[in-house]
């Protein structure tokens, strides 16, 4: 069952961070893909900072959170 809820997760938070950042996803694939690096890098960041996600919707901000950040450096890496 963790599973299937870090899966829609990830779909979850790399939809919104596509939205966020580009103005449309880029599809369920990469969504899904973004979604977890953004999980991992957003769990870190959050680290970091000292903060903790608590649930399912603490969770969806630290993924969606990472998810952003993660696709920024990616654009701003195509960019150099």
Same mark, same amino acid.
């Given at each position: 069952?963790?599973?299937?809820?870090?899966?829609?997760? $990830?779909?979850?938070?790399?939809?919104?961070? !596509?939205?966020?950042?580009? !103005?449309?996803?880029? $599809?369920?694939?990469?969504?899904? /893909?973004?979604?977890?690096?953004?999980?991992?890098?957003? $769990?870190?960041?959050?680290?970091? &900072?000292?903060? =903790? =996600?608590?649930? &399912?919707? !603490?969770? /969806?901000?630290?993924?969606?959170? $990472? =998810?952003?950040?993660?696709?920024? /450096?990616?654009? =701003?890496?195509?960019?150099?």
């Amino acid at each position: 069952m963790w599973l299937i809820w870090t899966i829609i997760i $990830g779909i979850l938070a790399g939809f919104l961070a !596509g939205k966020i950042v580009k !103005g449309h996803g880029m $599809g369920l694939g990469i969504d899904l /893909l973004v979604g977890i690096g953004g999980s991992i890098l957003g $769990g870190w960041i959050f680290g970091l &900072l000292g903060l =903790a =996600a608590v649930g &399912l919707i !603490g969770r /969806l901000v630290m993924s969606v959170v $990472g =998810a952003v950040v993660l696709l920024l /450096l990616v654009r =701003a890496l195509k960019r150099a």
